[in-house]
Nanobody, 127 residues
């Protein structure tokens, strides 16, 4: 059994920054390709970023490139999402998710391919 717990969400002004964390617990906690997704009210859950199981490769959605950065510290069983230059349209519940270690980063764009999900953390960006 694997559990993912997100934290770090909150209220921030447009242009501000926020760092989200996702702690993964359970057996072989670092042996997953990890991703961040977000879902705003009335919208579909969308892909934000992904990182390979050892952290050597990353993939970011085009809309977030240059602003968001995904990283991981396997010693701490934690995945991060650094968000800079936040915009009101970034407001959403952000979810951490895990897929098999061999899942390609491109495949991570599909939420349906995830094995485990966190319960999310709310990020609200005010204008």
């Amino acid at each position: 059994q694997v559990q993912l717990v997100e934290s770090g969400g909150g209220l921030v002004q447009a242009g501000g920054s926020l760092r989200l964390s996702c702690v993964v617990s359970g057996r072989t906690s670092s042996s997953y390709t990890m991703g961040w997704f977000r879902q705003a009210p009335g919208k579909e859950r969308e892909f934000v970023a992904a990182i390979s199981w050892i952290g050597d490769k990353t993939y970011h959605a085009d809309s977030e490139k240059g602003r968001f950065t995904i990283s991981r510290d396997n010693a701490l069983n934690t995945v991060y999402l650094e968000m800079n230059m936040l915009k009101p349209e970034d407001t959403a519940v952000y979810y951490c998710a895990a897929a098999g270690r061999w899942t390609t980063l491109a495949t991570m764009r599909d939420p349906g391919g995830m094995i485990y999900w966190g319960k999310g953390t709310l990020v609200t960006v005010s204008s």
